[in-house]
């Protein structure tokens, strides 16, 4: 099984329900009961788009950057979509990237290279804004631009938010020796992005000599391509990586029940193999018209049987990602923005509802010896089940120190060496969850995986999120921290507690009432990590 299937069974889960719910996002961002008005009207260089006027500030989705990657140009980079004349409508959101169903509502839709567009109503031509450019999470293998509505950043921040599609899994990331610098489709349309940000912010009073890109875990994967990438050369200005490293690899169930040990970058090698291999499953036998075989398939077929949540490993060692993100960091060969990066208190408890319940003593212990195997007495001895609450959070502990915190904290090290870095960690053990599942009694969610997002968006398809007056201002901080980090390279504000750059382990703790300084170090036991192999 292949890292992107991982990901994607890792989704889904005992998530799966809610998370359908989530990813069926086709509604329109933004919606949030404001009055909706259509009537804007933009010039784009491919030609004008009638977006949406809200209650302080106007949308424009589904705007193509890129033409329709289908036929010929499955798997091949992105080429300038089609010019226009007349307004085009740009009040719904654009399809979503073909992907598998295993953790969410599937989609077999190539033709889906679109971006969203938020700027507020303050913005005027003559004062241009930061941009903020978002790659959305999902481990590369799922996920869709409109699944976060960012109208509170882009208003109370004062910048423009562009949130952005790329195609994912097999159709974003195969490989095959027969096609020059394969293995990494989608990081180009991330790029095609970017130059259409480049050559249209303006337009939407957005400034093009300071452009931010952020995102979350599979977009935070993304963010740490596009650092250490020649083709992002001077495409953007700011980085920020919520909750996933340069260096980020697991164990087996690290991540999820189940899951076995795997990484997102794969040498171009392993990428050309797997792509053999999937050819030669799909009947195109002969290497010299494989891949002219494949793109006759239709993507629904190729996404059948589980096979669109593989391929979403991310290849180096081609003309898009030379080195291996965490060799180009570490040598100083990537572009030297300023970054914020982080994680939240208790990555891994998300996860948790996946495994079998009740989570006995007896589990945890298999656990540690199936994943960390002759070092599993020792981890067993750093993170005793009575000095963690339960067996459940004593796992959690386990794989959200071996598996996030502990490798974000080394790219930490290795871009303060060359760039100005800001470290955090969310941790407001009170969130609510990413999904509105059930957690065991003896395992709640904590600061779990992207429950952070709720803070800075409003979340497109779930439930809600009630946040309580302390929660409000903590949310209200934190997109003031990363609306002036886009618009100075400096998280500092004068209404904000102050935020030092990164010292060795010392990184910003955000949490309601207590933001402050922590040393992920001591918190997360990453002296310890780096001695287990």
Known sequence: MNISRRWVLAGAVALAATVSVLTGSAAAVGASGAHRTPGAIVRTDSGPVRGTVLEGYRLFQGVPFAAPPVGALRWR???????????????????????????????????????????PDSARPGRLRPVMVWLHGGGLAFGDASEIDPHRMAVTGDVVVVSVNFRLGLLGYFGHPSLADSGGFGLED??????????????????????????????????????????????????????????????????????????PWIPLSRAHANGV???????????????????????????????????????????????????????????????????????????IPSFPQPFTEEQYQRLLVESFGDQAPRVAAQYASSGQGSAALAWAAVATDRVWVCSQLGDERRLTRWTPTFGYEFADRQAPPLFPVPFPPDAPPGASHGSELAYLFDLVGLPPVQLTPAQHELAAQMIGYWTRFAATGDPNGPDLPRWSRFRHSAVQALAPGAIQPVNLDAEHRCGFWATVR
């Not at 979503?96 to 567009?117: I, K």
């Open 77 to 119: 980079p992105p080429q300038p979509p089609e010019r226009w004349t007349k307004p085009r409508d740009a009040t719904r959101a654009g399809n979503r990237c073909a992907q598998g169903g295993t953790a969410g509502t599937p989609s077999s839709e190539e033709d889906c290279l679109y971006l969203n567009v938020t700027t």
């Open 190 to 263: 991330q790029q095609a992005a970017l130059r259409w940000v480049r050559r249209n912010a303006a337009a939407f009073s957005g400034d093009p000599r300071n452009v931010t890109l952020f995102g979350q875990s599979g977009g935070a994967y993304g963010v740490c391509a596009q650092l250490t990438s020649p083709g992002s050369r001077g495409l953007f200005h700011r980085a920020i990586m919520q909750t996933g490293s340069c260096t980020a690899g697991w164990p087996r169930h690290g991540v999820f029940f189940g899951i076995p040990a795997g990484t």
């Open 277 to 351: 291999a999937l050819a030669n499953e799909l009947g195109c036998t002969d290497p010299a018209t494989a891949v002219d075989c494949l793109r006759r398939v239709p993507a629904a077929d190729l996404l059948a049987g589980g096979r669109g949540d593989r391929l979403a490993e991310v290849a180096f060692g081609n003309g898009v990602l030379p080195l291996r993100p965490q060799r180009a960091l570490a040598t100083g060969r990537f572009h030297r923005v300023p970054v914020i990066s982080g994680n939240t208190r208790d990555e891994v408890r998300l996860s």
